[in-house]
């Protein structure tokens, strides 16, 4: 098992993971009503501690293995979570009917986003519960080092 500092670290990636997670939920919602705009979700991958964050992407992006088996049989654990690619949703939000709009097509429509308003919701919830529950590990590890400090003033 690692040691605080390699802990630490773990939850310090796995929670800005969390927040950048919960920041495509809200640029989504924000864009809900702004015509033609298509979702994009973050997709997550594990970070490998000796691997840096561009070796991990570009791993993705050539369809290459991330060796999550090799990270959690040997020596070498992960680092928490990344974001490793954005994917956007390119299907056709609704059609709407708005002839004098800038927007419209020939016939009048005009597409509004794809977003879906409860899925996000979902997500967001998800990735403030997973924040919450990081930062207890946090909020344990910081009890940890705080009793073993107390345990050598006592000695």
Do not use: C, W
């Not at 705009?37 to 991958?45: D, E, H, I, Q």
């Not at 490998?48 to 369809?63: D, I, K, P, T, W």
């Not at 002839?99 to 403030?128: Q, W």
């Amino acid at each position: 098992m690692g040691g605080m500092f390699e802990i630490l670290d773990t939850a310090s990636n796995s929670l800005k993971t969390e927040r950048e997670v919960m920041s495509y939920a809200a640029q989504n919602v924000a864009n809900m009503y702004t015509p033609g705009y298509k979702a994009k979700t973050p997709v997550l991958a594990a970070r490998g501690r000796n691997q840096s964050f561009s070796e991990m992407v570009e791993n993705l992006a050539e369809g290459r293995e991330l060796g999550l088996n090799s990270v959690m049989l040997n020596k070498n654990p992960g680092a928490g979570t990344m974001v490793a690619a954005v994917e956007v949703d390119y299907s056709e939000g609704s059609k709407l009917y708005l002839p004098n709009h800038p927007l419209a097509d020939n016939d009048g429509y005009v597409e509004s986003s794809n977003v879906n308003a409860p899925g996000e919701s979902i997500k967001m919830l998800k990735a403030v519960s997973s924040y919450k529950a990081i930062l207890s590990v946090v909020e344990m590890v910081k009890a940890a080092s705080k009793e073993a400090l107390n345990m050598t003033k006592n000695a």
